[in-house]
């Protein structure tokens, strides 16, 4: 059974970047598309970008800029950097595995247990 | 950019049945999921394409998906129900595939 687990700093200044890694476990990173999506007190979740494990990567059109998602199989990890970060990024970062039907038939499971990275001076 | 319309919040005792809608323009064309959000946990997955269960989901649960309406119908809704539903798709009508999340809905067992 594939569990998914973050880690990475809980506080980040704003303008800094953060930083944060996803290691799988109980199965191979292989073969599969993996995604961060992160969810603001109270909001709803708000995807950020998906990887396959090749290093193919799509953003969310309003984040990508800021972005960057990488993939370590060597690891079994992929990892997360959003740059220049404001107060409107705090919110609970979680990875998850993307099944696929098809590219707009795509959904996440499992997820990670999220954290929370609050940003503040 | 696409969006999709849930109601904040569904109450509904125990024993009956629950409905969560969730709206979107020509919503029956596209492909839906669903989520089940309990307080301090991740999503979890109760319905995807429209109608299908992961195993471990019980029958209660169950989904369709036509027009503009997707709806999530719980059966026998149970104190453990509790929880926030989100209803998600994927938008490509900007050129770019892209994930929508559905505003969630607040399910209260009465």
């Known amino acids: 059974q594939v569990q998914l687990q973050e880690s990475g700093p809980g506080l980040v200044k704003p303008s800094e970047t953060l930083s944060l890694s996803c290691t799988v476990s109980g199965g191979s990173i292989s073969n599969y598309y993996w995604s961060w999506i992160r969810q603001p007190p109270g909001k709803e979740p708000e995807w950020i970008g998906y990887i396959y494990y090749t290093g193919n990567t799509n953003y969310n059109p309003s984040l990508k800029s800021r972005v960057t998602i990488s993939v370590d199989t060597s690891k079994n990890q992929f990892s997360l950097k959003l740059s220049s970060v404001t107060a409107a990024d705090t919110a609970v970062y979680y990875c998850?595995?993307?099944?696929?039907?098809?590219?707009?038939?795509?959904?996440?499971?499992?997820w990670g247990q999220g954290t929370l990275v609050t940003v503040s001076s | 950019s696409y969006m999709l319309t849930q109601p904040p919040s569904v109450s509904v005792a125990p024993g009956q049945t629950a409905t969560i809608t969730c709206g979107g323009n020509?919503?029956?064309?596209?492909?839906v999921h669903w989520y089940q959000q309990k307080p301090g946990q991740a999503p979890v997955v109760v319905v995807y394409d429209d109608s299908d269960r992961p195993s471990g989901i019980p029958e209660r649960f169950s989904g369709s998906n036509s027009g503009n309406t997707a709806t999530l119908t719980i059966s026998r809704v149970e104190a453990g129900d509790e929880a926030d539903y989100y209803c998600q798709v994927w938008d490509s009508s900007s050129g770019h595939p892209t994930v929508i999340f559905g505003g969630g809905t607040k399910l209260t067992v009465l």
């Open positions: 998850a595995r993307v099944q696929r039907l098809g590219e707009l038939r795509s959904w996440f499971d499992p």
């Open positions: 020509s919503i029956g064309y596209k492909s």
